[in-house]
């Protein structure tokens, strides 16, 4: 049983991020759930997912703590570090979240997801960055099986643009250097 | 088998597509407005009828309408909503017609609040409108059984003239699990000979200007009703055979208390569950069915008051204490149920009673 909890400001592609989690998770023959968590605001509000990933059934699909925790912003930090088990992962987005001392038992992965994203031309595709960072430091999935399933959600909605991979492949690759 | 991941008002509302539902009226309110958002792109689509009402009365007499015109027909609401829909559920099921009502349970009396509960039980199970009816009450505890209660509500409104309810939750209807959906269902209002066709021309068409009751109309409708409840009970039970407290808990608690009696069981400590899958009629066989081991039950319930426990209570005939673990409006912690129904069980062997 995998649980993580992905959480930041309405708008930064949160509720999505957890979502292609979950339906990569399911795809790949695992047991899922996804619970979201928002205010009433479409942006600038609080928004989190709590995901579970199985082998086996889910019972609770709610989540008190976790596994690993995707901050993309301060009160994430805030509201869950607390709540991870010792020797789990934080992934931190540094471009938002600076200046902060992080529990010791956790493994911390700061990566600038936020500034990657503008980097790449492809401003929305913070979430991904956290994602790539996230699939590294967990080993949850093989980087290029999860990669394919990126590019598989967002063929599935007629959308989708190489940068999507990029930054995801960009996360990966800065958990990879921490 | 080619699973979606879907979110639980939308894959409730596909299914109710799939098992040939093609009349949906009813009013937004959180938290089922997704059902209404669904069927209004997905009714068109399969030729069906999507109609926003302007207001839940509206919604309900036009589902009435749809029944006796020989429709697959739906209506939702939530709370508030779910009120203003009982006079037509009784003029539904007075007129021995077929339809599914969703209610998606919301916090709270009066306007309350949109996040998940349990405080309709009363209502839904014991008739929340008028005279001498009931419904079969499914309660779906994942995104799968919201689709396979669904699908089962449609059948049964079917095969004994009434109106079903499924009672599912706020935390039901926004989550999402990967499902599994039926084949496509067709039925053909047009080829139900108990549709009602209308008589003559003109702008005053109808079928009878008199509402009388058969003959001996107490024996017959006490009849329908009694089969209903020897049938209908459906429920799980888990870990009850050597179990010393049993929980009892619906819908999502249900999946907490497994979480519950696991947890319990890797602590010596002996929990069962009983998850009832039918509300109405309650499944009190599975009551009648326990070892002598039991002594106790606690109830788990979203609730800050008990509601369940007087149905346990009438399965027990009162011969066992029944506990209860009233969560209200936050949802419990796995731990905190194993901690108060071991502390439940000290009381009971030194002979507490109720509470």
Not at chain 1, 76 to 96: A, C, H, R, W
Not at chain 2, 105 to 124: E, H, K, T, V
Not at chain 2, 171 to 192: Q, R
Not at chain 2, 242 to 267: F, N, P
Request: hydrophobic letters at 40%.
């Amino acid at each position: 049983m995998n649980s993580i909890i992905c959480s930041g400001f309405g708008g930064q592609g949160i509720l999505t991020a957890g979502l292609i989690l979950a339906k990569i998770s399911m795809d790949g023959g695992k047991q899922v759930s996804w619970v979201p968590s928002y205010g009433s605001e479409m942006r600038g509000g609080t928004a989190s997912c709590a995901i579970k990933v199985s082998d086996t059934e889910i019972y609770s699909p709610f989540i008190k703590e976790m596994n690993t925790l995707v901050a993309m912003n301060e009160a994430s930090v805030d509201q869950f570090e607390s709540l991870v088990k010792p020797g789990g992962v934080l992934i931190s987005n540094s471009t938002i979240i600076q200046g902060r001392t992080f529990r010791s038992d956790l493994k911390v992965v700061e990566v600038a997801a936020t500034a990657i994203s503008e980097e790449l031309k492809n401003i929305r595709g913070a979430n991904l960055v956290m994602l790539g960072a996230m699939i590294q430091a967990t080993g949850l999935f093989a980087p290029e099986f999860f990669a394919d399933g990126i590019d598989a959600y967002f063929d599935a909605k007629g959308r989708n643009t190489p940068l999507n991979r990029e930054c995801y492949m960009a996360g990966v690759a800065a958990a990879e250097q921490a | 088998m080619a699973l979606k991941l879907m979110k639980g008002n939308d894959a409730l509302a596909e299914a109710a597509v799939r098992a040939g539902c093609r009349f949906f009226g009813g009013y937004p309110i959180t938290p089922q407005s997704e059902i209404l958002e669904y069927l209004s792109k997905r009714m068109p689509e399969v030729g069906g009828h999507f109609v926003q009402s302007e207001s839940e009365l509206a919604g309900i007499s036009m589902v009435h309408g749809a029944a006796a015109a020989g429709f697959r027909t739906m209506t939702s609401s939530s709370g508030p909503g779910f009120s203003l829909l009982q006079e037509g559920i009784s003029y539904i099921a007075s007129a021995e017609l077929p339809a599914v009502i969703i209610n998606v349970q919301r916090y709270g009396s009066g306007l309350g609040d949109i996040f998940q509960a349990q405080g309709d039980y009363f209502q839904a199970v014991k008739g929340g409108g008028h005279g001498d009816y009931r419904m079969i009450v499914y309660a779906p505890a994942s995104i799968q059984e919201n689709v396979d209660f669904t699908t089962l509500a449609f059948d049964k409104a079917d095969e004994y003239r009434n109106p079903v309810l499924v009672l599912s939750d706020a935390s039901i209807a926004s989550m999402m699990e990967p499902v599994d959906l039926p084949e496509m269902h067709e039925h053909d209002p047009n080829k139900n000979p108990e549709a009602a066709r209308g008589k003559g021309d003109g702008p005053f068409k109808r079928i009878t200007s008199t509402m009388y009751y058969i003959e001996d109309f107490d024996t017959y409708v006490k009849k329908k009703y009694d089969t209903m409840a020897a049938n209908e009970e459906r429920w799980e039970s888990i870990q009850v055979e050597d179990a010393e407290l049993v929980l009892v808990a619906y819908g999502i608690t249900s999946r907490i208390c497994k979480e519950a009696v696991m947890l319990a069981r890797e602590k010596g400590i002996k929990l069962g569950l009983i998850r009832p899958i039918t509300l109405w009629p309650f499944p009190a066989k599975a009551f009648k069915a326990l070892p002598d081991t039991v002594a106790s039950f606690m109830t788990v319930e979203l609730s800050p008051m008990p509601m369940i426990q007087e149905d346990v209570l009438l399965s027990l005939d009162a011969r066992k204490p029944v506990h209860n673990f009233l969560a209200g409006m936050n949802i419990p912690e796995p731990i905190d149920i194993v901690e108060k129904a071991a502390d439940c069980i000290k009381q009971t062997a030194k002979g507490a009673c109720n509470g």
